[in-house]
């Protein structure tokens, strides 16, 4: 949704600049937004990371949240949905 509002996503950092537009064109909320960039960390580290040697402590918020955050994720999405059916 927000890339075919903004579909200028061509930098390394696309993945921040698709958030910034989902919270811009009000398909999610700054609260979600802020949960959502913990993911987006962890993405970029596992991803990049030369050798992998995960911390569990900054791991297990992340999988005890998941389930939450995805539920968040999918209710403030079908309701951007629902915005734009109006």
């Given amino acids: 949704m927000a ?4 579909s200028d ?3 390394p950092f696309w993945h921040h600049d698709l958030l910034k537009a989902a919270i811009e064109e009000e398909i999610v909320s700054q609260g979600l937004a802020t949960r959502l ?4 960390g962890f993405r970029h580290f ?5 050798s992998l040697k995960l911390d569990p402590a900054k791991l297990m ?4 949240n998941a389930g939450d955050v995805w ?5 403030e999405i079908v309701a951007a949905f629902q ?3 109006q």
């Fill in 46 to 50: 596992f991803v990049h990371a030369y």
């Fill in 9 to 11: 996503f061509q930098t």
């Fill in 83 to 85: 915005k734009l059916k």
């Fill in 61 to 64: 918020p992340l999988a005890k």
């Fill in 3 to 6: 890339k075919d509002i903004k």
């Fill in 37 to 40: 960039r913990e993911y987006l």
């Fill in 71 to 75: 539920n968040s994720f999918y209710d």
